[in-house]
């Protein structure tokens, strides 16, 4: 694969273990906020249909949890295996958060066993709120672990002299200016993407031929959260973008391959970049990188050759923001015609087109959430801990890291494939229908 680089090979697992880990910890994140958001909607409407959602996203979401567990393990593990000379500065400036996220997994995974176990043990109202401690746990994990990304984007709260880590402040270290916009943005992308993963579902099943008002329930529910967290998530996307100006403008120029610095700067979308650094095919929208940059078309954007060679991310990135940013307007325009369907008399928001358009946004919102993640990793290169440690530094010299690749490759393999064929089944063989319909012979003879 590779000439026996641990360098490489470090990289390349812990770019395995973070794709298929972030699958996981998105709907960890999103799914407990459409959970609350539907059983409280039960309660207030005294709607069984609501109800049951939650009792079923319920018993797919601990699925996802195991997994989750299994997945953010081992990437614990690998951080601190494959990379112990970024752990040595990091484990001690840090550590703060890292101890925190363990905590919030911990406070959520107890209340989710008693919010599981609890139904109709409990009055609805006492019951709905066992799944608050749930939300607050599972968003509190993902804020935690998002504050360690920050660090490594801004780092501050210590000093190094002569190799040696010293003067650390927890607090400064945890809050860094990259706290704000990157933790915003991965909560509330990931109520989108899991929103639209819901959604998708019940427009496959409308697709498929059943008519059941469960399903059409489901979609008004999800796009309308699906609409106000796309809007959020691109003014969020604004702010970030303000940001990485000011703070990593490498990356904002890598992203949009501005080479020269200059006032009026266009945002350029799709293209070919040449050997020369000529955007070819592209297309440039006059002073949008400007606007993105400071709020002002006439402000000046730094370029690419300001920056020393050696510190320049992969100029490919490019692709993967125009992915992200793509994306993240067809998801705010899926919910708006929706939503605009549903209220106009004359509108069909079940139409066969419309439907088959919200099924692809559920793995499009999940491509999104990678390209994303991806942008905001390997645009930071070729700093691991930006301005204090290069990647290659940070790195194990381990000659035994290809192994643990092939190692960690099956486990996700099997893992994937077993979650994925119990939810189907799950869910394949207990239809809300059947639900809906056995609740109601309850009720008959109670």
């Given amino acids: 694969m590779f000439a026996n680089d641990p360098v490489i090979y470090s990289r390349a697992l812990m770019s395995l273990t973070f794709v298929f880990h972030i699958i996981f910890a998105t709907i960890g994140v999103g799914i407990p906020v459409l959970i609350a958001l539907a059983e409280w909607m039960g309660i207030c409407r005294n709607d069984p249909h609501y109800t049951l959602m939650a009792r079923r996203w319920t018993r797919g979401y601990v699925i996802t ?3 989750g567990v299994v997945s953010g393990t081992a990437l614990g593990l690998q951080i601190n295996l494959l990379w112990p000379n970024f752990m040595r500065i990091a484990g001690q400036a840090i550590g703060l958060p890292m101890f925190m996220e363990i905590f919030a997994f911990f406070f959520e995974a107890i209340f989710l066993g008693i919010y599981m176990y609890t139904w109709d043990r409990f009055k609805p109202k006492i019951h709905f709120l066992f799944i608050i401690p749930v939300v607050i746990g599972a968003s509190c ?6 504050l360690v990304n920050a660090f490594m984007n801004s780092p501050q709260g210590f000093e190094i002299v002569d190799g040696i880590i010293g003067n650390v402040q927890p607090l400064k270290a ?6 704000p916009t990157k933790v915003s943005h991965v909560l509330v992308s990931a109520y989108l993407t899991s929103a639209f993963i819901i959604a998708g579902n019940a427009a496959y099943a409308l697709l498929k031929g059943k008519r059941h ?4 329930k ?5 796009l309308f959260a699906a609409l106000v967290f796309a809007i959020s998530t691109f003014l969020i996307g604004d702010l970030s973008g303000k940001y990485l100006a000011k703070y990593q403008p490498e990356k904002l120029a890598a992203g949009e391959w501005h080479f020269e610095t200059m006032s009026h700067a266009p945002l350029i979308v799709g293209g070919i970049l040449t050997e020369t650094h000529e955007v ?10 400007s606007v993105l940059a400071h709020g002002n078309p006439k402000s000046e954007v730094k370029g690419l050759n300001d920056f020393p060679a050696d510190e320049i991310p992969p100029l490919w990135i490019h692709y993967t923001f125009d992915a992200m940013v793509g994306i993240g307007g067809y998801l705010t325009s899926i919910p708006l015609l929706f939503i605009l369907a549903l209220w106009f008399r004359k509108g069909n928001p079940y139409n066969k087109l419309l439907l088959a358009a919200i099924v692809i946004g559920a793995p499009l919102a999940m491509f999104a959430i990678e390209y994303g993640w991806i942008y905001a990793e390997v645009g930071r290169q070729p700093w691991i801990l930006r301005g204090y440690m290069k990647t290659q530094q940070g790195a194990t010299t381990s000659e035994h890291v290809g192994l643990l690749f092939v190692v960690f490759l099956a486990l996700y393999v099997i893992l994937g494939i077993s979650c994925l064929r119990v939810l189907v089944k799950m869910f394949k063989n207990n239809t809300p229908e059947d639900e809906l319909m056995l609740q109601n012979k309850e009720s008959a003879l109670k």
């Fill in 218 to 222: 489901v979609l008004n529910m999800t």
């Fill in 141 to 146: 994990s993902a804020l935690f672990i998002t």
């Fill in 280 to 289: 070819k095919y592209g297309w440039k929208i006059p002073f949008a990188l």
């Fill in 174 to 179: 945890m809050f860094t200016p990259a706290s």
């Fill in 65 to 67: 949890v195991a997994v």
């Fill in 213 to 216: 008002i469960y399903y059409k």
